[in-house]
């Protein structure tokens, strides 16, 4: 009996039959694609490749993007830059032009070595006092850069003004008088808005007679403990220890070995110019033939003073205004070493004026100024207005 006619007969429970049919064989059929299942390992290494291929195409992509950034960039920036610097590059395309153009030539500015130079010649070939100070007076304004020269200046050796070698008193130690009282607060300084009428001019030679100056002020000696600028710097910070009764004046002897120390020490530490070589300012140095210092107090502060003997005042004056231009303010430190520190309230002196002397005036914003002026063949730099003016009565 085949397969398929086999049938199947079940008792149920009541006793009745049922007949069951047997199922028909089905027929399964595999997928190809499982027929043709490649190994894991080809699976995974095409994946690789995939994977490479795409991260090639991703790089080569983005590096011509960086590429056309890089280049609009540069160009843009480029273009920029020509059209900001179109004037100086037409200028420099101008010298390549094959059509020559007409040269304006500005008039040459003497330099501060030029102008002391030029000032020499004039003193040896004017022997007369009125054309020394009608060349002093026409003199060409120096640039104010500074260039050096490798010239040496030196002084002229015929004095146009008779002047009188200086004779300071000599050192004795006297008693506080009721004429070395000044005023016992010094002004203050003004503020910036406060200085509405600004006089930049020229100081003049002013000269009314041969003076000899002799304060009889106090005296404080103060030693060194050797004698160069170091030594000097200590005993300058000493003699800054003391102070006197408001409105005095004092002159500060410094003594080495019991000696008053000689101008050269002094000046060599406090006039120290540096818009020019030291060889030429050496020979202004020796125009400084004698020196006082002076304190001036008030109830807390001192003011100090430095007055040189000048040698020749025409060389000197000229030599002080070109310093006044270029560097005097910064290079004259060493005079408020101790003192305490301000701000300059403009960075350049004026002129001012007292009993028809004329000065140069910086003023710092803690009340101390920088003064300075040659009257009588006497170089005077001070750090207080009160204590200026009375040296000027002392040489009048």
Partial sequence: MPEDQIKFKV???????????????????????????????????????????????????????????????????????VLKNWNSISKNFSLFSSEPKEKKESPHQPTSSEALKLLLEKLKSTPTKETLQENLATLTTPTPIFTPTTSTITPPQ????????ITFASPTISTTSTENQIEKIEPPSPKSEEIKEIKVEEIPLQKTKDVILSTNLNLINIELEELNENGFKKAWLNALKIQKEAGSIYEINFLYNNSKI?????????????????????????????????????????????????????????FMRLWDKESLLKDMYNIYLGLPKGRLIRNFTITEEYSKVKYKIAYYDNDYKLIWTIYNNYLIISTSLNAFKYIINLLK
């Fill in 262 to 318: 000689l101008s050269e020490l002094v000046r060599n530490y406090f006039i120290k110019p540096s818009f020019i070589e030291e060889k030429h300012s050496d020979e202004f140095k020796k125009l400084l033939v004698d020196y006082k210092i002076v304190f001036y107090y008030t109830h807390t502060r001192k003011y100090p003073l430095l007055i040189f003997k000048v040698n020749n005042d025409s060389f000197a004056i000229t």
């Fill in 158 to 165: 015929t004095n146009i003004i008779e002047t009188t070698t």
């Fill in 11 to 81: 008792i149920t429970g009541k006793g009745e039959e049922k007949e069951i049919q047997p199922e028909t064989k089905k027929e399964f059929k595999i997928p190809l694609k499982l027929l043709t299942k490649k190994p894991e390992a080809e699976k995974e290494s095409k994946r690789k490749e995939l994977k490479t291929k795409k991260t090639f195409k991703f790089s080569k992509r983005h590096i011509k993007f960086l590429v056309g950034f890089i280049l609009i960039g540069g160009f843009s920036l480029g273009s920029y830059l």
